[in-house]
């Protein structure tokens, strides 16, 4: 294979490549898997507050139980204490005060703890439901690749088939000129090579002047178009591939 037939081959199998990639990047199962992921994302961001939701009224909680211990603890200290002896009316004052103090701090905590565990319940029934949640969508996204993955299984063995191809296909053309193509192909989206028919680039289709097309004509095979700047096969022998 010939240097300029060679390229118009990559050109045609790179194209293809293009066909492929998008026919694989436009089937359903990848918009609903960048769907998934949306709502996997953020079902994670919820749960992660949920969770540290539950942790901190779980040390509020645990803080107010540990105060409540200690208030009922100091409390039985002090009316044991109080049985065991006489005790001056001061004394027995003072005992009545120390009571009375424990009894409303041991009011308070149980008065606060209460919305406390019915906040943990509900952040529990939250954090249950996120999790469920998030188990499905990680379902679904497994089941979603598999059907993607059966569904694209001849479009991916077409690539592998076009890719190896176009290795053979490249390693006829020179460096130099491989590497023009490629240039040529991100900046025309593909269409990097054209032919010359008659006076005419296939492509572009601007007409050449008479003096463009006589210079090409008897200038190397593969050139440049003076017009849009593509790679240019002028040999009217290669057939367009």
Same mark, same amino acid.
């Not at 139980?65 to 004394?91: C, F, M, P, V, W």
């Not at 000129?177 to 572009?204: D, I, M, Q, W």
């Given at each position: 294979?010939? @240097?300029?037939?060679?390229?118009? $081959?990559?050109?045609?199998?790179?194209?293809?490549?293009? $066909?492929?990639?998008?026919?694989?990047?436009?089937?359903?199962?990848?918009?609903? +898997?960048?769907?998934?992921?949306?709502?996997?994302?953020?079902?994670?961001?919820?749960?992660?507050?949920?969770?540290?939701?539950?942790?901190?009224?779980?040390?509020?909680?645990?803080?107010?139980?540990?105060?409540?211990?200690?208030?009922? @603890?100091?409390?039985?200290?002090?009316?044991?204490?109080?049985?065991?002896?006489?005790? %001056?009316?001061?004394?027995?004052?003072?005992?009545?005060?120390?009571?009375?103090?424990?009894?409303?701090?041991?009011? $308070?905590?149980?008065?606060?703890?209460?919305? +406390?565990?019915? *906040?943990? @319940?509900? +952040?529990?029934?939250?954090?249950?439901?996120?999790?469920? %949640?998030?188990?499905?969508?990680?379902?679904?996204?497994?089941?979603?690749?598999?059907?993607?993955?059966?569904? /694209?299984? /001849?479009?991916?063995?077409?690539?592998?088939?076009?890719?190896?191809?176009?290795?053979?296909?490249?390693?006829?053309?020179?460096?130099?000129?491989?590497?023009?193509? @490629?240039?040529?192909?991100?900046?025309? *989206?593909?269409?990097?090579?054209?032919?010359?028919?008659?006076?005419?680039? /296939?492509?572009?289709?601007?007409?050449?002047?008479?003096?463009?097309?006589?210079? +090409?004509?008897?200038?190397?095979?593969? %050139?440049?178009?003076?017009?849009?700047?593509?790679?240019?096969?002028? /040999?009217?022998?290669?057939?367009?591939?």
């Amino acid at each position: 294979m010939n @240097e300029a037939l060679a390229l118009m $081959k990559l050109q045609e199998l790179d194209l293809e490549l293009l $066909k492929c990639a998008s026919t694989l990047a436009s089937m359903p199962q990848q918009a609903r +898997l960048k769907t998934i992921a949306l709502a996997a994302k953020k079902v994670k961001g919820e749960l992660t507050g949920i969770v540290g939701q539950r942790k901190d009224v779980e040390l509020e909680i645990a803080d107010l139980e540990a105060n409540l211990a200690h208030y009922h @603890e100091k409390t039985a200290e002090i009316q044991a204490s109080a049985d065991e002896g006489a005790y %001056t009316h001061r004394q027995v004052r003072d005992i009545e005060q120390q009571l009375t103090s424990l009894a409303k701090h041991i009011e $308070k905590a149980e008065f606060s703890v209460g919305p +406390l565990r019915e *906040k943990l @319940e509900r +952040l529990e029934r939250a954090e249950k439901n996120a999790r469920l %949640t998030a188990e499905k969508l990680e379902r679904e996204r497994m089941a979603t690749e598999e059907s993607l993955a059966s569904g /694209s299984s /001849s479009i991916r063995s077409r690539i592998v088939e076009l890719s190896r191809e176009r290795e053979r296909v490249a390693a006829s053309v020179t460096a130099e000129h491989l590497s023009t193509y @490629e240039a040529a192909r991100k900046r025309f *989206k593909g269409l990097a090579v054209e032919r010359l028919r008659g006076n005419v680039p /296939s492509v572009c289709r601007v007409k050449l002047q008479p003096s463009q097309f006589h210079d +090409l004509a008897h200038g190397d095979e593969i %050139t440049e178009c003076p017009y849009c700047h593509r790679m240019l096969i002028t /040999s009217e022998e290669v057939d367009e591939a």
